[in-house]
């Protein structure tokens, strides 16, 4: 007999991992045991030599699937006195004293064979909200420290029941050493709440507690088909639900919510209903069916044909759910309670965030009933506690790659990858910048992004990203060296990074805002050679103390030069002009000299004068109006010269108008335009250092005078401005010699610039790169600013 010690890292706990090695070694007929330690697995193999390579060749060809595997480390071992009395393999008491690093698995959707359980009528499982298994359920989400075992997770307030501890006890069931194992007999419980009616499951006999589930999630249904909107707990927070298909319904979510006019997210019951309403490919489809199930960006059917109307077989979907856009979000049951809820109302039902003007996801039921009240009608709940906050994942297919918009559930806390060149010894923490918040936490060639957060913009917000920092620097056993931080010193995090820089004596790193978002792009493509980066966004400081947001770049991690960038406009009243992009439109005028033209004079005619005059003095005297060369306000103020959005209610919203508009022109009229190039006078003239956009604005006006649709306006502009930046990027790539094209910033949401950019550039022979597995918005910089930091240190 021969002693084998095998060594397992990376996303090892919580995906079924003890259990299938367990099957390996009796396969191969392999004494030991096996152990979750707080860095991963360890295996003390005995065998003959040949059985030790049978089981390490049915181990690596068969890790469970939801596993990834970083390190694995085998090596022989002294043969100690307790192995020779071994008999059989064993799963063995976790190690939770070794300081090693660690990895915490996203949570997984609810599998196929759950499914079958809990619809099953013959089967004890049948309507039990909470089954799981091996293969899917509740991880990250339930978890307060590693190894991962139940009684380091918010279930270990729930003792197993004689026939779940059964399961869970042998290597034969797949629910073996599942740690959320439950049933209705011992396990986490529904409760419904609506006024003074309250609901709960309390009887002693299996039958009688199923009816009582049953009787809740069937008065939640009922509530919803009614009109109601719902508060229902999930698996990572509250979603506030209601019937998509009932106008009133979401609008009284959308008035109660505070959000007029940002696109809500549907769920619905299966793919079948999903194909009634958007169109999908088949990469879409197999993200929606998928093991994490975000939620996906799909283009309406409207676009191109008809959504079913009232009367039709298929209930339409409320108009006020998409408003002006032209994507909906949709995604599909993840948990075994959305399932069962869903089967009930067979409509899809709106499933947005429960949070309130821009603070976090409402988790907890104390803060549930504080701040929900006076939005939700109801509330559906459980008493399993989610230890960790974390909301849905959104996604969009982009040239046939799945494309990153919200990074979350299901994707966080999985590690991401430190190209190998830029990995070092340190420990990093960068802390992003204010909008789209996520931070990033590295060592050695393994980075963890956290989950979208939101906007650093109150208390609240900053109170969630604190303390998911300590989540994470505490599950991930870390303490960084080095702090990165956007250069804004007025940002939140910029201040978190300094307040704990000093208190920790941590060397403190700043890092520009684009070359951060470029550095994103190139590590994620582990992109080493010099590049043309192009950073299009909202706002950033840049080197010079104002706002850069549309600007070309040379170079690579280490330096990036800017080449050239969009014409300076002014911003009156400063934060004021991106809530009310009529204010940038009437500068743009103002700059180009243009107010005479017919169509502006027009336009200024119908602002509020008294607004305007004070405007123009404040412009004149240059009194509260920063500067700033964003492409993201250029988009605001077009929009809001076409009147398609002259105020805002969300971040981005009117370039977000502008591209929906865009893309609702007929395709036979987006072909004409294409073959005829009158989006060419749509230009950006390269004088200098600066792209002059004063030929755009004057080709807007004269499109404008002639009475040509608003639709065909937007999507020339969108065509103007990408032919623009191509042109003077193949000229760039030409002088410089160089074949690869880096777009980041948060104007390549915008699916028809960056499909447009991506085309042309691809059609000269350069190579393009753009963010796909983080966002291209800010929810990326944390990620390029650990990547630039690595690139400086020596």
Known sequence: MHARDIKITGIVQGVGMRPTIMRHAIAANIKGWVLNSVGGVHIHALGSTDALDDFEARLKSGFPPQARIEHYESYSSKIEDEDKAAKDFYIKESDAHEKAPAFVSPDIATCKNCCEDFFDPENRRYHY????????????????????????????????????????????????????????????????IEDTEHLSVSASELADRRRESDAILERCADALIEGKVIAIKGLGGYHLACDATNSKAVQALRERKKRSNKALAV?????EMVKDYASVNNLEEEVLSGTIRPIVLLKLLGIDQEVPQAGNPKRALASEVYGELVELGVMLPYTPLHHLLL???????????????????????????????????????????????????????LDGKLTMIRRARGYAPGPFEIPEHLQKDALIL?????????????????????????????????????????AYERLLNYSPDIITQDMHPEYLSSKYALERGKKENLQRTLIQHHSAHIASVLAEHACKEKVLGVALDGTGLGDDNTLWGGEIFVGDYKKLERLCHLRHLKLPSGSAAIKEPW???????????????????????NLPQETYKLLCGMVKANINTPS????????????????????????????????????????????????????????????????DYRPLIRAVLDDMEAGTDVKAI????????????????????????????????GCFMNRLLLEEMSAGLTEAGLTVLTNRALPANDGGISYGQICFALAQLP
């Open 129 to 192: 909200p909470f089954t799981n298994c091996t293969d899917c359920g509740p991880r990250y989400t339930v978890i307060h420290h590693l190894p991962y075992d139940r009684a380091q997770t918010s279930m270990s307030k729930f003792k197993m029941c004689p026939e779940c501890q059964a399961e869970y006890d042998s290597y034969l069931s797949r629910r073996h050493h599942a740690q959320p194992n439950a049933c209705f007999m011992c396990g986490p419980q529904v409760e419904w």
């Open 267 to 271: 769920m619905m019951p299966n793919l």
């Open 628 to 691: 700033s060369c964003s492409a993201g306000r250029l988009f605001d103020a077009v929009s809001a010269l076409l009147g398609l959005c002259p105020q805002t209610t969300y971040e981005g919203e009117a370039a977000i108008v502008l591209e929906a508009f865009a893309h609702k022109l007929p395709r036979a009229s987006r072909q004409q335009i294409d073959t005829d190039k009158s989006f060419e006078v749509y230009s950006l003239e390269l004088k200098g250092e600066e792209l």
């Open 583 to 605: 204010r940038i439109a009437a500068f743009v005028l103002h700059d180009t000299d243009f107010q005479n033209h017919p169509a502006a004079k027009r336009y200024l005619e």
């Open 343 to 397: 089967d009930l109302v067979k409509r899809p039902l709106v499933m947005t965030s429960a949070n309130i003007s821009e603070e976090p996801l409402v988790k907890d039921e104390d803060e549930a009933f504080e701040k929900l009240s006076h939005i939700a009608d109801a509330y559906l709940i459980h008493d399993r506690p989610i230890l960790q906050r974390i909301d849905d994942s959104v996604v969009r297919v």
């Open 430 to 470: 960068g802390v992003g910048p204010e909008q789209k918040s996520t931070f990033t936490l590295s060592r050695h060639n393994t980075s963890f992004v956290s989950e979208h957060i939101g906007d650093l913009e109150n208390l609240a917000t900053l109170q969630t990203f604190e303390e998911r920092i300590e």
């Open 714 to 745: 937007a999507y020339k502009i969108h065509k103007g401005i990408s032919s623009s930046f191509n042109r003077y990027l193949i000229k760039f790539s030409k002088d410089y010699t160089i074949k690869t094209i880096a777009l980041s910033g």
